[in-house]
């Protein structure tokens, strides 16, 4: 497809488990966000790549909060020891390239993530 | 600290007459401000923008104004259409930023009634 797309779409997990969220961008975009929406809150940042390069990390939460894009394209959210707090929507969002600020970002459609 | 202030969490209009939605910021430097629109188990979807050199910027129906020195800006749509009917969320972000990272509102749920 021509969007981003993100894997899988909802994810219940136990308290204490391991995640994993994958995102896949629009062929050919530089840029890549992760942000965090919480119910009835806007998205909140977590993190940003340029290419395999991640630039700012300042919005993830806690070390337990982990991203990753080896090769420039795809990006893995990890989530170790999943706690009730981390329930939210993680949407990821892609953008060509930065050079002018004004280069849309481009979200897909988010990974539901509920942890019981 | 919210950074990025939508205050009405809705509103109601009917078809054809004119939506208006409002956002507030509080960091004077933010000058790229974004309108989303979302609809339900969708991502956000990029409806227009506005960069701080200007107070006003037009695409069809959509209109966003910007009021600098209030810290100020609002969405009119025009006519109103049931499609419209979405959580729309106001962005901002530094132009020049080493990243350009979006703060959002907690959104406006518009519905448009036939």
């Known amino acids: 497809g021509a969007g981003v797309s993100q894997s899988p779409r909802y994810k219940v997990a136990k308290r204490g488990q391991d995640v994993a969220l994958r995102c896949d961008p629009i062929?050919?975009?530089?840029?890549l966000f992760w942000y965090q929406q919480a119910l009835g809150q806007g998205p909140e940042f977590l993190t940003y790549?340029?290419?395999?390069?991640?630039?700012?990390k300042s919005g993830l939460p806690s070390d337990r909060f982990f991203a990753e894009r080896p090769e420039g394209s795809v990006s893995t959210l990890k989530i170790q020891r999943t706690q009730q707090e981390d329930s939210a929507v993680y949407l990821c969002?892609?953008?060509?390239?930065?050079?002018?600020?004004?280069?849309?970002?481009?979200f897909g459609p988010g990974t539901r993530l509920t942890v019981l | 600290d919210q950074q990025v202030k939508q205050n009405s969490p809705s509103l109601s209009v009917q078809e054809g007459r004119i939506s208006i939605l409002n956002c507030d910021y509080t960091n004077s430097m933010f000058d790229y401000f974004l309108w989303y629109k979302k609809y339900p188990a969708e991502g956000p979807t990029f409806l227009i923008s506005i960069s701080s050199i200007k107070d006003k910027n037009e695409d069809g129906r959509f209109t966003v104004f910007l009021n600098k020195s209030a810290k100020h800006l609002s969405l009119h749509i025009v006519p109103s259409q049931p499609g419209d009917s979405a959580v729309y969320f106001c962005a901002a972000s530094v132009y020049g930023g080493s990243n350009y990272k979006l703060t959002f509102g907690k959104g406006t749920l518009l519905t448009v009634n036939p």
């Open positions: 969002a892609s953008s060509f390239i930065l050079t002018s600020g004004t280069d849309t970002q481009y």
């Open positions: 062929s050919g975009h530089v840029s």
């Open positions: 790549f340029q290419n395999e390069a991640q630039l700012d």
